[in-house]
């Protein structure tokens, strides 16, 4: 259990990916529910915006940027490829204050400061279309001491420059949600998707580690070298990513497709290597369920980064404590892989969908963990998630998985609601529409919006889609809407008609105050295989069924298999679904 000091809210931010994967070491537990500023202290980030200021449509950074360790600076140019979409004779871009602007060129004859944004102004109007601006600029890095997931820094983030867990100094950017801007002139935002080429010289012992293909590197006089990686899949610039050190590489193997899997190691943890093998096997699963994985790699690099791992596109960073224990690796492989159909590929669209990437993350982890290892790790790890979400639904601090408009600070949604929970409605939708209308569903999400951004509307129109039915019910009043139902069940029997008479009431106190749900409802007798079921639309309050069973009725179960997102009264273990206990007037996982 951990409070939910910033700190402890920063260890979230990173270490997320792990809610509901069953290790008991990382629980995401909401003693208190985190202040508003919470988690922008943990990130060291207080004045951070919600969104972007940027106005600009980028399709392309082009970025060289030479970095100097001895000194914890750099020097870079930035080339923007953009769409200008609203002409204009000035721009905004987000750039962190503390950057220094030395040049600029393209579109902009000039430009202005104010906070973290810079404004570029043209000669005269430019009209819509393509263009490209150019910023020149340089700045310190992020210069951190030693830090671990306890003592995680609040300045955490951007370009950092810290020591490892073997007192080596690594070089290492973290942009998630929006610290590019610390050290890119960007367009801040996860909708805006971008193409990367990106040039980066350091000292020659360094090894460093981007995003897409190697193009090359260049031995300069000087004793240094430059890197050149392209990744030419438009990504939310907070996927950039550069990691820079003495790596050693770690061949795991080749997945489905060609696509090459490594993992870059400090030489003295080879024997992290191993567990992050387990993406060679998933790419393959989740691209014949889903769609092939359509980026060039998968890399992953470690570093310190304050627990967890970040889905950065084809080089993902796994926290050194992550790589340490290898059920929390394996798993976090797993759901940093899965961002890369949702969240990489198909980007979202406001912060406000931000349940989709993570949601997905964590539920198709747990169907690869059903596909692969069986029933009960699975059982375990939605077990783990069910309890997570219920944690979080805490009355001072619920709100609805995907919150109303406008665009909300995804500091404050940075939770187990928009990780366990979302990750539980997307389950609870596959048990209603099934396996077939589900994946056929992520499956026309992803068709229609990889390399794009979508939100919630479109992914409940590619459910629809696939199930040939309308799903307001489950988007508006489990989605939409905080809580959730809580139902308590009770019958009586007349023997002389054979009838038993069935109520449900709804007994939630918050969430709607009547909800409109299919539930499905199972009378069983004392004698072995003594059970009928009926699937019963909730549309009054209490709601009243007959039922002919054929036999006497000695229990009653709603939801016996446990396919709704609901809370369900008990007396006892027998009011529960098989293997679930009774607690607090509550069938319990
Ligand atoms: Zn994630």
């Not at 798993?331 to 406000?352: C, K, P």
Request: net charge negative; hydrophobic share 45%.
């Amino acid at each position: 259990m951990r409070d939910m000091s910033a700190k402890v809210t920063l260890s979230l931010l990173v270490g997320f990916a792990l809610a509901g994967c069953g290790d008991d070491d990382h629980p995401i537990t909401p003693d208190g529910p985190p202040t508003p500023d919470a988690g922008a202290d943990g990130a060291g980030n207080p004045d951070a915006p919600p969104g972007a200021a940027g106005t600009l449509d980028v399709t392309r950074y082009t970025l060289a940027i030479t970095l100097d360790p001895a000194q914890g600076s750099y020097a870079a140019q930035a080339i923007l490829d953009v769409n200008v979409t609203a002409a204009g004779a000035s721009f905004a871009l987000d750039l962190a204050a503390d950057v220094v602007v030395d040049q600029v060129g393209g579109l902009a004859a000039g430009h202005a400061r104010q906070g973290d944004v810079l404004t570029l102004t043209a000669a005269g109007t430019v009209p819509i279309g393509p263009a490209q601006a150019t910023v020149m600029y340089h700045g310190d890095m992020n210069q951190l001491a030693r830090f671990t997931p306890d003592t995680c820094p609040t300045a955490f983030g951007g370009l950092m420059i810290t020591t490892n867990s073997h007192g080596d100094t690594i070089i290492d950017s973290y942009n998630w949600p929006f610290l590019a801007r610390r050290w890119i002139p960007s367009h801040d935002h996860p909708s805006d998707g971008a193409a990367l080429d990106l040039s980066v010289t350091i000292d020659a012992a360094y090894t460093v580690v981007a995003n897409g293909v190697l193009a090359g590197t260049v031995d300069n006089a000087g004793g240094t070298r430059t890197w050149h990686w392209i990744e030419s899949h438009d990504m939310p610039v907070y996927d950039v990513h550069i990691a820079a050190f003495p790596y050693v590489e770690h061949d795991l193997g080749t997945a489905a497709g060609g696509i090459p899997v490594k993992v870059y190691l400090y030489p003295e943890d080879a024997a992290f290597a191993a567990p992050v093998g387990e993406a060679v096997g998933a790419i393959g699963w989740l691209g014949a369920q889903l769609a092939p994985y359509a980026w060039e790699k998968y890399f992953l690099v470690e570093a310190p980064i304050c627990g967890g791992a970040m889905e950065e596109a084809t080089v993902v960073t796994m926290d050194e404590t992550t790589l340490a224990d290898p059920t929390y690796s394996r798993n976090t492989t797993v759901h940093e892989l899965v961002h890369h159909w949702i969240g990489n590929a198909v980007r979202i669209a406001s912060w406000n969908d931000f349940w989709i990437s993570e949601g997905f993350a964590e539920n198709l982890t747990g169907l690869y963990l059903l596909a692969t290892y069986g029933a009960a790790v699975h059982d375990q790890y939605m077990s783990d998630a069910w309890q997570n979400a219920h944690d979080w639904e805490a009355p001072a601090y619920d709100h609805p998985v995907r919150p109303p408009d406008p665009e909300v600070n995804v500091y404050d949604i940075f939770d187990g609601l928009s990780y366990d929970k979302a990750n539980w409605l997307l389950h609870s939708l596959r048990e209603h529409i099934g396996d077939a209308a589900f994946w056929q569903g992520v499956r026309g999400f992803y068709a229609a919006h990889a390399f794009a951004a979508a939100g919630t509307d479109e992914l409940q129109a590619a459910f629809e889609a696939a199930a040939a039915q309308d799903l307001d019910w489950f988007f508006d009043q489990f989605v939409r809407t905080a809580f959730h139902p809580q139902l308590a069940g009770s019958f009586s029997f007349d023997a002389g008609t054979g009838t038993a008479t069935v109520t449900i009431d709804q007994v939630q106190q918050r969430g709607l105050a009547r909800y409109q749900i299919p539930v499905d409802v199972e009378l069983l007798g004392a004698a072995a295989g003594q059970s009928v079921r009926q699937t019963v639309t909730l549309t009054a309050d209490p709601q009243v069924i007959a039922v002919t069973p054929g036999f006497t009725p000695t229990r009653l179960v709603l939801d016996p298999d446990e396919k709704l997102y609901i809370d369900v009264k008990c007396l006892a273990p027998g009011d529960c679904p098989a293997g679930r206990t009774c607690g607090g007037g509550f069938c319990r996982r």
